[in-house]
Structures are given as C-alpha cells and as structure tokens.
C-alpha cells in the first residue's frame, strides 16, 4: 500500500507491507521505493516493510535548492522512522541507500539495531577509486545520468549481471522518467559526490550488518564489501554469483533467504 508522512511540512511517500517487526528500505541513487518490490513477499510475512522515497526519488518532491548531502538524507531516512514511532531500528539500503543505513548506523548507533547493506556505495572502491566516479570528476559524465534512450539502454546493462528482461514498454517509461529528471540527479550527485568514504571516517562500528554484494557488479566494486566488513566487524558476507548492482531485483528470494537467517543468527 502506497501512503506519505508529513515531515516538517514535507510528503515522504513511502510502501508498507506485511505483519511485524519493522524493516526500513532505503533505494539507492535514480531509484525508487519499488526497487523492493520483487523481493518483498518473501519477507512480508516476518517483517513490516517500510520502503521510502528519498528526496527527489519516485514521487518525493523535487527541490533543486535541497540539501542532498549524505548527513541531510541520513537525517530524512531517520525523521520518518520517528515519524513512524519506531525506537530502535532494523535497516536496509541498497547502493546509495546503502550508504545512508551505514552512516545513520555510524552516526546513531544505540538507535539501530542491525542494518542489511546490498551493494552499498560507501567506501573508498567506489567514491574515491571506482572509474565511474574518476570519470564523473574528470568530464561531469556519469552512467545513471541519463539524456537519451540510448543513455539508458547502456545504464540498464551496467547494473544487471544478465540482459534484463522488461517488457520495451517498461524501458520506454523507465528511460523518459529518467531524462525528465536528470537536472535534479545531476543535483543529487554533485553533493553525494562529496560524501567521504566511510572507511576513511569509522571503523569497528557494532551494529550487527548483513554485507551483499553481486559478484558481476560494475557499479560498486565488489572488494568494496570486504572493506565494509572491516568498518562493521560483527558482520555478516554474501558475495551472489552471476548477479549485478541490484541483487534483491535480481535474486530476490536468494536475498530474502540470507536476510532471514541473518536475522535469525542476531536474534540467537
């Protein structure tokens, strides 16, 4: 079911599914709250899922002048868990998504109690070292900020580790949503850009952390996940073979699997 909050006078649209415990779903960069869908009826029956748009994302407003600096979507992500009346969190994110829940770990740890990071995009590998970033640096062009069909065509073949398989219609729409928002992705990015790899900040962090990584990821490098394992000691690795930057889309009840003994292990 689709609803929003209203948070300091701002709509957070956001999903909820299933019965119990609370998990919290952050969407990486040019995604949305659907990036879980496919993965979400494994887990309904356990979890309460809560899948939020981020600002400028899915039908969140779209502010130029908005702060989208790490610390800024750390704080929204953590306004609406409180909105929610949530005390102590379980967390999730995928790509840029992930590197919120790790900041937010880092940042408020007595307030989360584990978080489940799927490709994060938050160490060194990918923003400081990674060839997108370099070449974003250098010429200001990046491979999710899309002008053209075509643009997108090559974006889709990044992040999966096969061909995807969608319906033309679908990558027609998915592809003008994409062009029509490209000045607040641009926007979006500048900032994020500037966030400094965890790795370089923390290290030891406690909160328990479920660490995915797809092993045909051209997007994160996978070694990023063994320099996440470092900063989140008490942790958790799954490195899928044969998926891309998007594992929950890809394998999505192989994802729900390893989260579900994840958290069976914690709880034990």
């Excluded at 889709?156 to 998915?174: E, I, N, Q, R, T």
Aim: aromatic share 10%; charged share 20%.
């Amino acid at each position: 079911m689709q609803t929003q909050l209203h948070i300091n006078g701002l709509a957070v649209p956001y999903l909820v599914a299933g019965n119990g415990e609370p998990l919290i779903l952050v969407h990486g960069f040019t995604a949305n709250k659907d990036t879980f869908d496919a993965m979400a009826p494994y887990l309904t029956s356990r979890y309460t899922l809560y899948a939020v748009d981020l600002p400028g994302h899915g039908d969140a407003e779209r502010d130029m002048n908005a702060d989208f600096s790490m610390a800024a979507l750390v704080e929204y992500v953590r306004q609406f868990v409180q909105a929610l009346g949530i005390n102590r969190v379980h967390l999730a994110g995928s790509s840029m998504g992930g590197g919120v829940v790790s900041f937010y770990a880092a940042s408020y740890p007595n307030e989360v109690a584990s978080v489940w990071l799927l490709d994060a995009a938050v160490t060194r590998e990918f923003l400081t070292d990674s060839e997108h970033i370099k070449r974003y640096d250098a010429t200001g062009t990046f491979p999710y900020l899309i002008q053209n069909h075509a643009e997108h065509a090559r974006k889709l073949d990044l992040v999966f580790g096969k061909p995807a398989k969608m319906p033309h219609c679908l990558k027609f729409a998915f592809a003008e949503a994409a062009i029509r928002d490209f000045a607040i992705q641009s926007a979006i990015l500048q900032q994020v850009r500037k966030t400094i790899p965890i790795d370089q900040v923390y290290s030891n962090l406690r909160t328990p952390a479920l660490i995915v990584t797809g092993d045909h990821d051209l997007v994160v490098p996978p070694s990023s996940a063994h320099t996440l394992a470092k900063v989140f000691p008490q942790s958790t690795l799954q490195v899928i073979e044969g998926a891309g930057h998007i594992p929950m889309v890809e394998r999505p009840r192989r994802c729900a699997h390893d989260y579900l003994q994840f958290r069976t292990k914690i709880a034990a």
